[in-house]
């Protein structure tokens, strides 16, 4: 676990290891699969790779989880990640694989089609309960070895969601976690006692796990 004084050296951190990441995966393999993570942490990170100079021809964008809104819905992870990020750097559109929330079951079925072999780079986030991307605790969706799930019972409004199954996320070759803020510190200590939340069962059977956290959720606050 990485330990940062403040969100934006968080950010800055991780778009290091994102730029090292895309180019190995270019130089080795002509392109870069990078899923990005839904929320409001990502922002921090988008901002500062939206500055960096990433060969953005060759990556290959796709999404953690959408939320099963409209993509100009202000809910959408699609719309901010675009705000944030895809606006601001030449990827090209059709890289941008985006997860057709307003479709559903349908559109959870139709974006299995999309993934490619194996992601290169998976950025997640964590919710104060431990979940990650659309993947939350008690839920029968945990138990599925589908790559992508249709979700309607998330506890974190909207309740209809598309999200990646664990299969896909443990088969990346670089997983990253955004952790910041207080209310995600017991989360994490219990994740890192080994309690299996669903962001602690994201473990890449042959890849890079690394948590990017700030002081506050990693409880290190009075140090
Ligand atoms: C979503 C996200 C979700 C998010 C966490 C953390 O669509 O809600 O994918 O998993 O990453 O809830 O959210 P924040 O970054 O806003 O704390």
């Known amino acids: 676990m990485n330990v940062y004084g403040s969100v934006a050296e968080l950010a800055t951190a991780l778009a ?9 995966a270019v130089a080795a393999r002509g392109s ?3 899923v990005l993570a839904g929320g409001s942490t990502p922002a921090a990170l988008h901002a500062v790779l939206a500055e960096r100079e990433l060969p953005w021809a060759s990556v290959h964008i796709y999404f953690g989880d959408e939320r099963c809104v ?7 992870n699609y719309r901010a990640a675009r705000e944030t990020l895809l606006s601001q750097v030449a990827v090209p559109q059709e890289n941008v694989h985006r997860m057709d929330g307003e479709a559903g079951a349908q559109g959870a079925l139709a974006y299995r089609d999309l993934l490619p072999p194996r992601f290169d780079v998976v950025l997640l986030g964590m919710g104060e309960d431990g979940h990650t991307a659309s993947l939350f605790p008690g839920r029968p969706s945990l138990n599925s070895d589908e790559s992508v799930l249709f979700i309607d019972d998330s506890p974190k409004p909207p309740p209809e969601r598309i999200t990646l199954g ?3 996320l443990n088969a990346a070759r670089h997983v990253a976690f955004m952790v910041a803020g207080a209310g995600k510190a017991d989360a994490l200590e219990q994740i890192r006692r080994g309690v299996p939340l669903p962001a602690g069962r994201v473990r890449p059977q042959d890849g890079t796990l690394t948590f990017y956290v700030d002081r506050a959720a990693a409880n290190q606050e009075h140090v």
């Open 166 to 168: 664990f299969r896909p």
């Open 16 to 24: 290091d290891s994102v730029e090292h990441w895309v180019a190995d």
């Open 70 to 76: 409209p993509p100009d819905h202000g809910d959408s």
């Open 32 to 34: 870069a699969h990078l």
